[in-house]
């Protein structure tokens, strides 16, 4: 009797063994990556396959917004990914902010992990290394962006468990170039960041034990940006890159709105440490993803060629269920007021139920851009999106799509096919402006201000897009000629 259940008991704990493989974890925080500037450089998912092997997953996010008590620059919404905690816990409300930030309730999150595990925080940006651990076993490495790659190497040959790293490569190029999709310099820098990214999943894929390791390798960005800076309200700056590659998580897109706070308890929750402990702000992902979806050859859309004296014409648009709109426009060289291109709402206030696309001149812009603004029903009634800004004279496909109660996605497509995408949170959309919907014109017909360039080719769909349609359907009509 006592052998059987010796003999048992082997078998239980070889089988135990067996299914848990070691937890490994790198988060990779990438200064000043806006998300879409990865999408128009065809990064989605992130490399698919993973160079980790058939059992590990790429999954991209569409709706991972920096920390909402602080602006989008770095120092809080490093500390945010470093410790879990927005500015309000840190006490890190902005540049500057980091050496006097709450550490002793709220450290970095590599604290709760060392001792059980070997750690490492590599750190360019020294107000970074500022966010301090509550363990003097978490090693801390000042490396600057050409030295982090081997650096990383040689914590990996180390050994170690969990690591952070981060690089301000995008950062450089968006101070310096401009944060867009469209420019050659800061598409380099994410290039260059990229390399160092996959030469990193190389080295992991090829280490002596890596069929017993479970990784986890969080990519996310602090930020993104606007013409030269960051830190204002706008999504250009609020929505940077998330991606995960893991064999927790399937291929595809996560489904949930997401923060940059996430990360540190995703890493945490990886090696069984509950993140709800520890009370951060941040929560681990879970698993909510869809597929990344094909745009389907057959389109029940109903579509306009109407330009110039045409405009406006009104239409009726059943938004129930969510709809799309896309058309080509051109900007005029100049242009008063914010024009509607179209619309079902009276722009007069950007509260009012309805949506409007229209062009204005934004701030720090030289010509015209195009911004959405939806209403809503609970304060602050209003969602805006935007600007952007083509160069001037340049013909643009303009998409917005909607999801009802949850989220708009507005995406400008360059004819050189570069793209841009942002995004805003729209609960409780409130879409019921009793008027129809007016190409040229907001949904009283009566704006006083008119847009004076073209509106061409518009495409009306009654249900909403994923953004990776969005930039197929982009693709396949603003080629066509
Ligand atoms: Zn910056």
């Known amino acids: 009797m006592k052998k059987l259940l010796l003999v048992f008991l082997a078998g239980f704990c070889s089988a135990a063994l067996m299914a848990a493989d070691k937890p490994k974890a790198v988060l990779i925080m990438l200064d000043g ?24 997953h790429s999954t991209v996010s569409f709706s991972t917004m920096t920390i909402p008590d602080a602006p989008a620059n770095s120092a809080p919404n490093h500390t945010a990914i470093a410790t879990g ?15 006097g930030g709450n550490y002793s309730n709220y450290p970095n999150v590599l604290s709760y992990l060392a001792g059980n595990f070997k750690t490492a925080f590599l750190f360019g940006w020294a107000e970074s290394g500022q966010i301090a651990s509550s363990s003097p076993e978490v090693t801390y490495i000042n490396v600057g962006d050409m030295e982090v790659e081997a650096a990383a190497l040689k914590a990996l040959a180390d050994d170690v468990d969990a690591m952070q790293i981060y690089i301000n490569a995008p950062d450089e190029g968006g101070h310096g170039y401009g944060f ?17 990214i996959n030469n990193l999943l190389a080295a992991i894929a090829e280490r002596p034990d890596f069929a017993n390791e479970d990784w986890l390798v969080i990519i ?43 990360a540190a308890a995703t890493l945490l929750a990886h090696f ?75 722009w007069q206030n950007g509260s009012n139920p309805g949506i409007v696309m229209a062009c204005n001149y934004p701030y720090g812009g030289t010509g015209p851009g195009y ?67 007016y190409f040229g014109q907001d949904g009283t017909g009566k704006y006083p201000y008119t847009f004076n360039g073209s509106i061409k080719d518009v495409r009306i769909l009654e249900q909403p897009l994923y953004p990776e349609q969005m930039l197929e359907f982009c693709r396949r009509y603003m080629t066509e000629e």
């Not at 867009?180 to 160092?196: A, G, M």
């Not at 996310?220 to 250009?236: N, Q, R, T, W």
């Not at 094909?294 to 009726?316: I, K, Q, T, W």
């Open 272 to 346: 069984g440490v509950k993140p709800e402990e520890h009370d951060l702000d941040g929560k681990a992902v879970q698993g909510n993803v869809r597929p990344l979806m094909e745009l389907p050859e057959n389109l029940d859309f109903v579509s306009y060629e109407r330009s110039g004296d045409e405009l406006p014409f009104a239409v009726n648009i059943d938004t129930e269920n969510g709809f799309t709109v896309y058309m080509r426009v051109n900007a005029a060289e100049s242009q008063s007021g914010d024009a509607p291109l179209f619309g079902n709402k009276d």
């Open 33 to 56: 990556a806006r998300n879409d500037a990865f999408l128009s450089q065809g990064y989605y998912p992130f490399n698919n396959p993973t160079p980790l092997g058939p059992d590990y």
């Open 85 to 99: 905690v927005f500015a309000t816990k840190s006490g890190v409300k902005d540049n500057g902010y980091t050496a």
């Open 180 to 196: 867009y999709p469209h420019s050659r310099q800061y598409r380099e820098k994410l290039d260059f960041t990229v390399d160092i």
């Open 371 to 437: 911004i959405v603004n939806i209403g809503l029903k609970d304060k602050p009634n209003r969602s805006d999106i935007g600007s952007f800004d083509p160069l001037p004279g340049q013909e643009v496909g303009l998409i917005v799509s909607v999801f009802p109660d949850d989220r708009c996605f507005f995406m400008e497509y360059r004819p050189d096919g570069e793209c841009y995408l942002l995004t805003e949170p729209v609960p409780g959309t409130n879409m019921e402006s009793g008027m129809p919907f």
């Open 220 to 262: 996310v960005g602090d930020h993104g940006g606007y013409g030269l800076s960051h830190g204002m309200a706008s999504a250009h700056a609020r929505y940077p890159h998330l991606s995960i590659i893991s064999k927790k998580y399937k291929d595809g897109v996560f489904t949930d709105s997401l923060s940059v706070a996430d």
